[in-house]
Each structure stands twice: as C-alpha cells, then as structure tokens.
C-alpha cells in the first residue's frame, strides 16, 4: 500500500467513527497527535484522537465528512486531507442535552509519514466555531 492509499484509509476509518481500533493498522505505535485547538488541547496520540472521533459520532450521529482535497508531498512523506465535518447534535453524551443543532467544518489533516505508516497528524481546525455551530459554546 503507498502512503497515499494508507493516508486514504486512515481518513476514511477515523473520519467514520472506528476508533483506534480501525486506524492503527495504518499507523505507527505511538504515533503523535497536535492540534491548536482549545477541544483538543489534551490529545497527544492519534490513538486517543481517533477514539475521540469514534465518541464524537455518538452526539452526533449523522456526522459525516465531505472530502474535498488530498494530496501527496512525497518529497516530504506527508499527505494532506482537507474536508468538510457535517452533522447535528440528536444525540446523548455531548456537554449539553440534544441541540438539534447542525455544523458545517472545514478542517485539514496534515499526516506525516515514516516509512509505508502515519509517525504524526496535525489537525487544523477552528473548534469555536464548530462548537458554536452545535450549541456547545
């Protein structure tokens, strides 16, 4: 599998809630995770983003994502995703009770490899906005 086909199938996994669980296969143990974003200010790993994009489809449970660029800086060995997250909070386990409140988000993954696997992501994401969208902020 080439970087490009592996950065593919971790976006699709972790974007659609499998957790570390369906992305590690894809990722080097101990993979490294930033984010300037006050939502992900704690999360350190790319196990514990990807379980937190698994717990994020339970609030909102249409989440869903619009891929609208990805691209290979082989040069590099990163591959970069850029996307839209969709979705409205009907569910239980947010920070409040159900909104009905829906989100559009625009965020990037810059995905940083080490050989055929992910060593580091960094999201690019404006959370205030996507909180407020939802109700959350």
């Known amino acids: 599998m080439t970087q490009y086909e592996t950065a593919k199938a971790f976006f699709e ?3 659609t ?3 570390w669980q369906g992305c590690k296969t894809y990722c080097h143990e101990g993979a ?3 984010c300037q974003a006050d939502a992900l200010r704690q999360t350190t ?3 514990a983003y990807a379980d937190w994009m698994k717990g994020l489809l339970t609030p909102v449970p249409d989440g869903r994502y619009k891929l609208t660029g990805f691209a290979l800086d082989d040069a590099r ?3 970069v995703a850029a996307a839209e997250f969709h979705g409205t909070q009907t569910g239980e386990g947010g920070p409040v009770a159900p909104t009905g409140k829906a989100v559009v988000s625009n965020y990037a993954y810059v995905m940083q490899f080490d050989g055929d696997k992910i060593s580091h992501m960094t ?3 404006n959370d205030v906005h996507a909180l407020r ?3 959350w902020a």
């Open 17 to 19: 809630g499998k957790g």
């Open 32 to 34: 490294t995770f930033s």
């Open 13 to 15: 996994a972790c974007e």
């Open 123 to 125: 999201k690019i994401w």
């Open 45 to 47: 790993t790319l196990a």
């Open 133 to 135: 969208g939802l109700g």
């Open 77 to 79: 060995g990163t591959v």
